[in-house]
């Protein structure tokens, strides 16, 4: 029965240490208070995260968009069907139906 008892007052002794209070209070400092504090990084890292996704986005497109202007700038036939298709274009005494998907808004046809 005192063992027990001695082993509680340990428990307390360590916990009231004055070392084990300092940690203590530095890790909620640390957690909350402080300008570069856990929180904050891990909100700055997600948000790290989504705008190197984005930034791979926007570099294919970007790719995407040179190469496009590539082949429009060198070859004709490209530059004759994508003339045809985007601006509806046409030569003389063509006629030209356009078939358009029900099922697709125009955000997706763009």
């Known amino acids: 029965m005192e063992q027990e008892k001695t082993k509680g007052r340990k428990w307390i002794r360590v916990l009231i240490n004055k070392y084990t209070v300092l ?4 890790l909620v400092y640390v957690t909350f208070f402080d ?6 990084r891990f909100k700055n890292a997600s948000e790290i ?7 791979d986005i926007y570099q294919k497109k970007i790719k995407e968009s040179r190469d496009e202007i590539y082949k429009l700038q060198h070859d004709t036939a490209y530059l004759e069907k994508y003339a045809r298709e985007k601006y509806y274009m046409r030569r003389p005494n063509e006629d030209v139906f356009i078939f358009r998907d029900s099922t697709k808004t125009e955000e997706e046809e763009e």
């Open 49 to 55: 995260e989504k705008l190197n996704t984005e930034l």
């Open 35 to 40: 300008d570069h504090n856990l929180i904050k």
């Open 23 to 26: 940690i203590f209070i530095y």
